[in-house]
């Protein structure tokens, strides 16, 4: 089947609680579809069950069922730590519970997504066999908790569910985050570069600039597609100069030097990170890059399990480069899809991909995780741009990043370096050639 939203656009709703409260009779319910088997046997989910599905009026959802965060044995706990990346990707959080129960392994799943800024809905499932404790609601009102009765298996209640659920989506869920909108007017024209490498899908073109097509589209701006070697006619060719320039990462030298510095330019994987994840922060960390030593530990995330091909961005040119700027042996780790280390203590560094497969929500919790623990995080678009000497023009078009990026510049001790300009370029070119 296509999927016509891919899962990183969809608003990612969890079920979360105890075994046997009722989460995948709610699923079934909801959707009104049996995509979760239930029992009455404890422990019947396993592994996460997803669910896409049009929910109006929030659009397309992701429902996402989990085992029960009280499973036990070695296989339980598993279980448990596959629950828990759930919560990690979650925009809003279903706290099923049995109505009239109320313990410490909801107080600490509540505790877990209201500490992740996830918002919740409390589910009190099976409300035909017992009612709700008045002590519980008094608690929910005072602390503006939302909840629902429900009974799960008749259907009951499930009306006002998805109507809370809409009251609690997340802004940026119901109108989402822009990844190129807001830069284009009615009327412009964008000129987006598209390296049809070995990367490229066979026969089609990546979601994210399906995505970006869509988006000019919808606002009546134009939109030109242009592989790097086909760029500089088109920009010569064109009577009104475009509004902006977006190009992948991977032609970034390229395309700078076909547009002429009028013409904003930028690369898809920054407004990836204005989009999915934290620009400002994650520019600031790319200037990181300055106080590696050799011997330093760097962490090189992916969030989808692509088949790396030779010369591959993350695995070799990146590295490649770091090492060469270092001047020195640097020790990189690579992690795909959900593998990410628990303790990120010992690395200097993070780069990570655009995540273009993910929802916000799951990237902004690695950002988090990151900043807790003092490990900075940066995106490979940035580590490149900034490499190539041009992330400040990449970043001209966001005004707020382009100052934390300077006032980076001026804290970061390796200023020391910047008399080095011309080393780093042609240590840069090594990134790309
Ligand atoms: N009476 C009543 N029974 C319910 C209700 N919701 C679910 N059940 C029953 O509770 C049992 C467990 O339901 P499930 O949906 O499998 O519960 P679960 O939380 O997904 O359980 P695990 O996957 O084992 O964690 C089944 O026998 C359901 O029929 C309800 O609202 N009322
Ligand atoms: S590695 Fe990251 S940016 Fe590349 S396709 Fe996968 S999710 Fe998207
Ligand atoms: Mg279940």
Known sequence: MIRATSKG????????????????????????????????????????????????????VLFVDTAGVDDVGALGAQRIEKTRLAIGRSDIGVLVTEAGVWGEFEEQLLTELRGRGIPVLVALNKADLQMPQMEHLIRFDREQIPYARLVATTGEGVDEFRAKLWEIAPADSVEPRALLRDLVGTGETAVLVMPIDKEAPKGRIKQLQTQAIRELLDGEANCVVVKDAGLLNVLNNMKTPPSIVVTDAQVFDKVARVTPESIPLTAFSILLSRMKGDLEAQTMAAVAVERLKAGDKVLVAESCTHHPVEEDIGRVKIPRWLRQYVGGDL???????????????????????????????????????????????????????????????????????????????????????????????????????
């Open 9 to 60: 656009f969809r608003l990612h709703i969890g079920f979360f609680g105890r075994r046997n409260v009722g989460k995948s009779s709610l699923l079934n319910a909801v959707t009104q579809q049996k995509v979760s088997i239930v029992s009455e046997v404890a422990g019947t989910t396993t592994d996460p069950v997803e669910k896409p599905m049009e929910l109006l009026p929030i659009g397309p």
């Open 331 to 433: 020790e990189f780790t690579t992690v795909k899809g959900r593998d990410f280390p628990e303790d990120l203590s010992t690395y200097k560094l993070v780069i990570h991909c655009g995540a273009c497969m993910w929802n916000r929500q799951e990237m902004m919790s690695r950002i988090r995780e990151c900043a807790r623990q003092g490990v900075p995080i940066t995106n490979y678009g940035l580590v490149i741009a900034y490499a190539l000497g041009i992330l400040e023009r990449a970043l001209e078009p966001f005004p707020e990043a382009l100052a934390a990026y300077k006032q980076a510049r001026r804290q970061d001790l390796g200023l020391a370096r910047e008399s080095e300009g011309a080393e780093l370029s042609e240590d840069a070119m090594s990134l790309v050639n």
